[in-house]
Nanobody, 124 residues
Framework: QVQLVESGGGLVQAGGSLRLSCAAS????????MGWFRQAPGKEREFVAY????????RYADSVKGRFTISRDNAKNMLYLQMNKMKPEDTAVYYC?????????????????WGQGTQVTVSS
């Protein structure tokens, strides 16, 4: 089992920045990838970004490419999402996810463990 706890959400004005954190615990040695998803009201949960837990490989959704940066600190078992130039359409609950099997998918089914989510609201 892997436990994930997100933090860092809040209210920010359009154009501003926010940094999300995700603390992983439990069987962290089994993690292959970690990622971020988000879910806006009335919409399905969507992929934001993921990073390999052992290499420099990353992937981003087109909607956040160039504005968001995913990073990790393996020693602390922490995952981060730096969000810059934020837009009202970035408003959503952001979820941290962990994948314990070798894969490269960007769907919810590709990830095995999930955090409880943290609310991010971008005002116009």
């Amino acid at each position: 089992q892997v436990q994930l706890v997100e933090s860092g959400g809040g209210l920010v004005q359009a154009g501003g920045s926010l940094r999300l954190s995700c603390a992983a615990s439990g069987r962290t040695f089994s993690i292959y990838r970690m990622g971020w998803f988000r879910q806006a009201p009335g919409k399905e949960r969507e992929f934001v970004a993921y990073t390999s837990w052992s290499t420099s490989s990353t992937r981003y959704a087109d909607s956040v490419k160039g504005r968001f940066t995913i990073s990790r600190d393996n020693a602390k078992n922490m995952l981060y999402l730096q969000m810059n130039k934020m837009k009202p359409e970035d408003t959503a609950v952001y979820y941290c996810a962990a994948d314990i099997k070798p894969s490269a998918g960007a769907t919810m089914r590709s990830f095995d463990y999930w955090g409880q989510g943290t609310q991010v609201t971008v005002s116009s």
